[in-house]
Structures are given as structure tokens and as C-alpha cells.
């Protein structure tokens, strides 16, 4: 039998057998590193994908407010597992931009801006596995791209808006408030000085108001602007005045000298009425009414003149109600006397939000002073003057690197129409521990069937 060594050193006679060769894998990128490295790949993606735990092939963290979906990844790619998306991105989950709508709209609800444009899935603009970056922070990219050349982007029709809009500092208009004048509302300009007018139907000084040493209710007082103006609660508005919280401790009604703790509630002349004619009733009652008695002529007989109770209290609520409806509720309320056998006190219809299409925190600019942006507040005297502040006040401090002036700082895009509780389908347990695959799968089953849009009930 011949030796399988050779003379030389031992080694053998096969000869060498190329694996990438023979099995057709020869190619210059080919190796067995290569090989190797997508095998080691092959079984982390099954390992994963068997205990339900896809983490390790996530490209990056989830942002804020989608993390508890870390462990959870067919709750948004919901088209299946091991599937390569068409452009990369998500690989091992397949998705089609509808897909992904399907999913966002089992728990977001969306606002009529969103049928304006012609993109049809939410990833066009909110990004995912960006952890630094809010997934509604929002380039303005995405907004120029129309507001540019709004003419353009809706195909001639034309905008209800200005069509050419760079940036907040590029081309953003003034600003445009909404005045509502009988049964029309429109938006005006702040810089049309010829229809740009308050029409609440209110009498208010704000520079008397805010003059020194005031007459108030403990002798001479100074006023601020949050005496009568405060926040709401989240910073956004501000809360409505009223004449019990805001007006009553200087105005108050008292309209009786004999009996000072008496007031007439701040309320419709019927009330006002009903009020005077109990009060009236009560105070007279035990006591007797004369007239002013006439000069008695020698020889007379003196005359009492007494009257009927009711005939002393209607008496008394005429002088009363022809000092309210002539002095004091004249001097704030616009009253209609006419045709009516009580006045008629107007509607005072003070907008309670002025900027429609944008949104403002008073919370974060409390380091201002009032007047540092509503210039004119301390030399008004009318109530028809329109105080807020302009768009260059606002652009003084955004622009640049100075301050925030990205377009969603101000601007919201999807406009809730109507707020919506539903039944969605996730359990407290199911967000916090993964929960199974397959539960998550027939919850987005049902979601499909109930309508051709995948949009359910919602």
C-alpha cells in the first residue's frame, strides 16, 4: 500500500479543496471572515426573533415617549418579521408607508392639516430611532417645501394663506388676529391700522388703570398688569377676566347709603330686578313712607300721602335702576335701551385666544415684563385698540442662534379637531414586559378589517 505521507516531511498528497470555489461562492468580496460574519448575524436575528426580544437589531434607541415599544418593534412595523424594508431602513421588519399610518393612528389622532398635503405616511416627516430628537421636532424643511410656493403646492388653487414663506424671519408675515364683527369673522393684519380694531363689547382704560396712586378700595393704590391678567395653568392662555374675581374689590355695587352691605349682583337686568324687589321688600317692610309733605297752607288739614308697600318698593327700584343703567353699568357695558321694557346688556365677546393659527407660552417669558412686548398697553384709553405685540418684537429675540424660531416652536400641525378616548389595545402589562407577538399581531388584524383604511372605528 503506498504511503500516504510524502518523503519530505510528513504532509499529505490530497490536494487542497477550494469550499468557495466548489460550491460556487468564489467572487473577490467572498471570504471566510465574510462568511463567518454573516452567519454570526443569521443567529442573532433567529436567537432574538425566538425569545421575542428584537433590541440587539435595533439601529438606535426609540425617542422619548415610544420607548416603552423598545422590546415591541410589530407594534409599528406590523407587515411581518424577517423581511427587508424596500429602502433599509428598519430591515427585518417590513413596512409600506400605510403600514406604518395603520399603527400610528391606533393611539395618535389626527387634524384636518393632514389632509392637505399628498404624503400619505407619517414617517415622512416623524422620524424614529433618533433618541436626541423629539419625534415632533419637525425641520422646517418640511414646511417650506409648501409654504415656499403654496400657489404651486396646491396646483393653483389659491391659499388661504401668504405663498411664500422661508423661514420665520424670511418672508413670514405680520401677524393676523381673528375680529369677528356681527355675524363675520375675519383675520386682520396688526399692521392694517384702517380695520385692525378690538370689537369686545367692553369700556376699558388700560392707561387709566395703570396711572398711580388710583383710587382703590384702602386709599390710593398702584395697579400692575396681574391685578387683573394671569396665566392659565399650562402657560398657554390667559385666563378670562371676570368682574367677581377681577373687577369687583374696586367696582363694587353697593346701591344703597343706608345699607352699604348690600349689592346688586353683577347679572342680567331680570335678576338685577328680582333682587331689588326683595331687598326693597325686606328693608321697607316694618318701616313707614311719606312722601315729602307739602307746604301746608294756613287753615289746611295736614296730609300724610302714605303709600301701599308695593307702590314704596316699585318706587325705589325706579330711582335705583335709572343710577345703574345710566352711571354705573354705563361705565364698563354696552347697553341697548331701546324697545325694551329693561335694558339689554350686551355681550362682551372678549376673545379669550388671539393668534388662531399659532400657539404661545406665556410661561417661558415670564423674565419680561408685560409692556417689554405690549409697547402700547400704558397709553391706551380705548378699548378698540388691539394690544399685542408685532411680529418684529418677536423677531428681535428669535432669530439665529439667539433663540428658538424653528416653525413648530409656534405653528401645530396636526390640529386636534375634537379630543378622543378610545379603546386602544394595549394592557399596562403588554407595554411594560413585550407581551406576546402574536397578540399584538390580530390587535392590528382587527384594526385592518374594520375598514378598508385600516383606520377602525377612530
Not at 233 to 251: A, L, Q, R, S
Not at 274 to 279: A, C, D, E, F, M
Not at 337 to 351: C, F, H, V, Y
Not at 423 to 437: A, E, N
Amino acid at each position: 500500500m503506498p504511503s500516504i505521507f510524502n518523503k519530505s516531511g510528513g504532509k499529505s498528497d490530497f490536494k487542497k479543496i477550494d469550499y468557495t470555489r466548489h460550491f460556487g461562492l468564489s467572487g473577490r468580496w467572498m471570504s471566510k471572515t465574510v462568511l463567518g460574519l454573516i452567519l454570526v448575524i443569521f443567529v442573532v436575528t433567529i436567537g432574538s426573533v425566538v425569545v421575542n426580544k428584537p433590541a440587539p437589531l435595533m439601529p438606535d434607541p426609540l425617542p422619548k415617549g415610544h420607548q416603552l415599544f423598545t422590546e415591541k418593534c410589530e407594534a409599528c412595523h406590523i407587515n411581518g418579521l424577517l423581511s427587508f424594508h424596500k429602502d433599509g431602513v428598519g430591515a427585518f421588519y417590513k413596512n409600506d408607508a400605510g403600514s406604518f399610518d395603520k399603527a400610528c393612528i391606533k393611539c395618535h389622532t389626527l387634524g384636518d392639516h393632514a389632509e392637505v398635503i399628498a404624503s400619505s405616511s407619517c414617517t415622512t416627516c416623524h422620524g424614529q430611532h433618533q433618541p436626541n430628537i423629539s419625534v415632533v421636532s419637525i425641520p422646517d424643511g418640511f414646511c417650506v417645501k409648501c409654504h415656499a410656493n403654496l400657489l404651486k403646492a396646491k396646483k393653483g388653487t389659491p391659499p388661504g394663506f401668504d405663498e411664500n414663506i422661508q423661514s420665520f424671519n424670511q418672508g413670514h408675515p405680520e401677524f393676523k388676529v381673528l375680529l369677528k364683527e356681527g355675524n363675520v369673522t375675519k383675520r386682520v393684519s396688526l399692521d392694517d391700522r384702517d380695520h385692525l380694531s378690538d370689537t369686545a363689547r367692553i369700556k376699558l382704560n388700560h392707561a387709566l388703570h395703570l396711572k398711580p396712586n388710583i383710587r382703590g378700595p384702602n386709599g390710593p393704590a398702584k395697579l400692575e398688569c396681574k391685578n387683573c391678567h394671569e396665566a392659565s395653568v399650562d402657560g398657554t392662555n390667559m385666563v378670562p377676566v371676570t368682574y367677581e374675581k377681577n373687577c369687583k374689590t374696586c367696582h363694587d355695587l353697593r346701591f344703597d347709603p343706608k345699607n352699604p352691605d348690600r349689592l346688586i349682583p353683577h347679572a342680567s337686568p331680570e335678576e338685577v330686578t328680582n333682587y331689588l324687589r326683595l331687598s326693597m321688600t325686606e328693608a321697607y317692610a316694618d318701616k313707614p313712607y311719606e312722601s315729602e309733605r307739602r307746604r301746608r297752607l294756613p287753615g289746611s288739614r295736614m296730609e300724610s300721602n302714605s303709600l301701599p308697600l308695593a307702590s314704596r318698593v316699585a318706587k325705589e327700584i325706579l330711582k335705583v335702576e335709572h343710577l345703574l343703567y345710566n352711571v354705573t353699568c354705563n361705565k364698563c357695558h354696552m347697553i341697548d335701551k331701546k324697545n325694551a321694557s329693561l335694558p339689554r346688556i350686551q355681550k362682551t365677546d372678549i376673545p379669550t385666544v388671539w393668534l388662531t393659527h399659532a400657539r404661545f407660552q406665556h410661561q417661558t417669558h415670564l423674565q419680561l415684563k408685560c409692556e417689554a412686548c405690549h409697547q402700547d398697553v400704558g397709553k391706551s384709553k380705548v378699548t378698540t385698540d388691539v394690544l399685542l405685540p408685532k411680529i418684529q418684537v418677536c423677531q428681535d429675540c428669535h432669530q439665529g442662534n439667539r433663540e428658538q424660531a424653528d416653525c413648530i416652536t409656534c405653528h401645530v400641525y396636526h390640529k386636534p379637531s375634537k379630543s378622543k378616548i378610545e379603546k386602544h389595545p394595549f394592557t399596562i402589562p403588554d407595554l411594560l414586559r413585550g407581551g406576546k407577538q402574536a397578540s399584538f399581531l390580530k390587535n392590528h388584524e382587527i384594526m385592518r378589517d374594520t375598514d378598508g383604511a385600516g383606520r377602525g372605528n377612530l
